[in-house]
Nanobody, 121 residues
Framework: QVQLVESGGGLVQTGGSLRLSCAASGRTFSSNAKGWFRRAPGKEREFVAAINWSGGTTRYANSVKGRFTISRDNAKNTAYLQMNSLKPEDTAVYYC??????????????WGQGTQVTVSS
């Protein structure tokens, strides 16, 4: 059974940093794209960042470009999201996901349970 577990969320002040981790178990996903999404209170889930299998190609939402960095360690079956210069509008539940394929536009088939990130002003 595939399971994704996010960790690293918490409460941080504006301008602070957090590093989210997403550990996968039950299967190896070294050939699949991985992504991060978020859902803020009262809003739809939105795309944050994605990375291809090798880590050589990434994509970011305009709202986080230059502040967030997605990475992965295939040996650990884990993806990361380094979040710097956090703003109150980054407050949301963050979800990691694994794609069906390697394309950054792939359909995401596996999802974690989410980790709360709260940025205080």
């Amino acid at each position: 059974q595939v399971q994704l577990v996010e960790s690293g969320g918490g409460l941080v002040q504006t301008g602070g940093s957090l590093r989210l981790s997403c550990a996968a178990s039950g299967r190896t996903f070294s050939s699949n794209a991985k992504g991060w999404f978020r859902r803020a209170p009262g809003k739809e889930r939105e795309f944050v960042a994605a990375i291809n299998w090798s880590g050589g190609t990434t994509r970011y939402a305009n709202s986080v470009k230059g502040r967030f960095t997605i990475s992965r360690d295939n040996a650990k079956n884990t993806a990361y999201l380094q979040m710097n210069s956090l703003k109150p509008e980054d407050t949301a539940v963050y979800y990691c996901a694994i794609g069906l394929g390697d394309s950054l536009s792939t359909k995401y088939d596996y999802w974690g349970q989410g980790t709360q990130v709260t940025v205080s002003s």
